[in-house]
């Protein structure tokens, strides 16, 4: 069990460490580009998508961080292992995520309720053409970030994931407001910038609300818990179960379950019976990490 445990945490690490390595160079590169092209072409809403990717750069330190911690063994200081790591990283994230929205958004209104626009300038063909590209690579990242995510079940790497659609989404935003300043209307160009804090701030809130869940002990979904006591019910000599309850730490679930059997047998009887229910629920659920099987009696 230990050996199946320790490759599935080297498996873990080594997929986290490949996408953030992945991430953390598309995002330089994606930032360097936005930059240069934002600063040439006159484009502010392009400069705050370029902000947004660095940000993604910082986010998937964290990621990794938070990863690297979440996977190491159990200790006498921490028992029961680090998997709420990973939600503290995500929790970091968030608060990352919520500022960078913030300033972008506030940059913006102050140009926007300034009430003259005829400085702003308008964005060059260049600020279009790094708006595409932003878009293209981002959906591309988001994809694979996700689908990795969703492989090892890494809440850290999925909120990473989410940080990628929202720099794709904010991208779209740039785009229409660069292409609206471009028709005559300056102004556009900053209310993209809006959006795009609009956005940041929404994945903010999503990557918060899901780590806060998995911090307090939050039951698994009720899909999960009736395969759960399904899988017990189907055990040889269990008459019912009394109590089921779990909870997520991290991304692993804890199961605390009270089964009935016939009080009339011996004790190494009932033992083996709560033993097959523990191991059908181990093999047939990966994401269970700890079970506790209480066995009532029966009475004739």
């Known amino acids: 069990m230990n050996q199946k445990t320790n490759s599935s945490n080297e498996n873990f690490q080594t997929v986290a460490a490949r996408v953030s390595a992945v991430s953390i160079i598309g995002n330089l590169l994606l930032s360097a580009i936005k930059f240069l092209a934002g600063i040439i072409a006159g484009s502010d809403a392009m400069i705050s998508d370029a902000v947004h990717s660095v940000s993604d750069v910082f986010s998937t330190v964290i990621v990794i961080i938070g990863v690297r911690l979440s996977g190491k063994a159990s200790d006498k200081e921490h028992p029961y292992g680090h998997e709420r790591m990973e939600c503290v990283a995500a929790i970091i994230l968030s608060a990352i995520l919520l500022v960078t929205g913030l300033v972008i958004g506030y940059l913006a209104c102050g140009k926007i309720f300034s009430g003259d626009y005829s400085h702003l300038a308008i964005p060059g063909r260049l600020a279009l053409a790094a708006a595409v590209l932003s878009i293209v690579c981002k959906e591309a990242m988001f994809w694979y970030t996700q689908m990795n995510a969703k492989r090892i079940d890494s809440g850290a790497l999925m909120a990473d994931a989410w940080h990628h659609r929202s720099d794709s989404l904010s991208s779209i935003g740039a785009l229409i407001g660069i292409a609206g300043a471009r028709l005559g ?28 869940g998995k911090m307090v002990d939050q039951s698994c979904d009720d899909s999960t818990e009736a395969a759960l006591l399904n899988c017990a019910l189907s055990q040889e000599d269990v008459l019912g179960v009394d109590v089921l309850h779990t909870r997520m730490f991290g991304n692993k679930i804890y199961v605390d379950i009270e089964i009935r059997a016939d009080g009339e047998k011996k004790l190494w009887e009932t033992h083996e019976i709560a033993e097959n229910v523990h191991r059908s629920i181990e093999q047939n659920f990966p994401k269970v990490k700890h079970i506790m099987v209480h066995v009532n009696p029966e009475q004739h």
Do not use: E, G, H, M
């Not at 940041?200 to 809130?205: D, Q, S, W, Y």
């Open 185 to 212: 209307f300056p102004v556009l160009d900053p209310i993209a910038s809006i959006v795009i804090c609009i956005f940041i701030a929404k994945a903010a809130f999503d990557i918060f609300w899901d780590a806060i």
